[in-house]
């Protein structure tokens, strides 16, 4: 209960610093965190970038041996549809490569490597989901 009341805390310090959207995302990654965590996840990057900038993970987490990207989505509400339609090919491509330069860097075949999305409704209390192997990376 402490963390959930210290990630709201840390999140209305981000809302008067940052732009609406960007305190949202995180609070969602926030959320999304500490529900992985609860489900086995081990966490081993948050926000991981690319040197070459041009791929980002929200997380970076193992299940067992299995190497997980993580895409998560956070929305007020699913008023306009499922949060994960948001995911774009452009965005699907950035997490392939992140994957697959990740998995070079701890030397993970690639069949132990999927990619996960954790949907954020940030209703009270929030709604999360977990899609296991969201889409083919």
């Given at each position: 209960?402490?963390?959930?009341?210290?990630?709201?805390?840390?999140?209305?310090?981000?809302?008067?610093?940052?732009?609406?959207?960007?305190?949202l995302?995180?609070?969602?990654?926030?959320?999304?965190?500490?529900?992985?965590?609860?489900?086995?996840?081990?966490?081993?990057?948050?926000?991981?970038?690319?040197?070459?900038?041009?791929?980002?993970?929200?997380?970076?987490?193992?299940?067992?041996?299995?190497?997980?990207?993580?895409?998560?989505?956070?929305?007020?509400s699913?008023?306009?549809g499922?949060?994960?339609?948001?995911?774009?090919?452009?965005?699907?491509?950035?997490?392939?490569?992140?994957?697959?330069?990740?998995?070079?860097?701890?030397?993970?075949?690639?069949?132990?490597?999927?990619?996960d999305?954790?949907?954020?409704?940030?209703?009270?209390?929030?709604?999360?989901?977990?899609?296991?192997?969201?889409?083919?990376?």
């Open positions: 209960m402490l963390g959930v009341f210290s990630d709201w805390l840390r999140h209305l310090a981000r809302r008067r610093r940052w732009a609406p959207n960007l305190a995302g995180r609070r969602g990654e926030d959320l999304a965190h500490r529900f992985l965590r609860r489900s086995g996840y081990i966490i081993v990057a948050r926000n991981y970038r690319l040197p070459t900038a041009d791929g980002e993970a929200d997380l970076i987490a193992w299940e067992g041996d299995t190497l997980v990207i993580v895409e998560v989505k956070a929305r007020h699913d008023e306009f499922p949060p994960e339609r948001a995911i774009g090919d452009d965005k699907r491509a950035h997490l392939r490569r992140v994957a697959r330069a990740y998995a070079r860097k701890t030397d993970t075949p690639w069949e132990r490597v999927r990619c999305v954790v949907t954020v409704i940030l209703s009270r209390p929030p709604q999360l989901q977990l899609v296991r192997g969201a889409f083919r990376i």
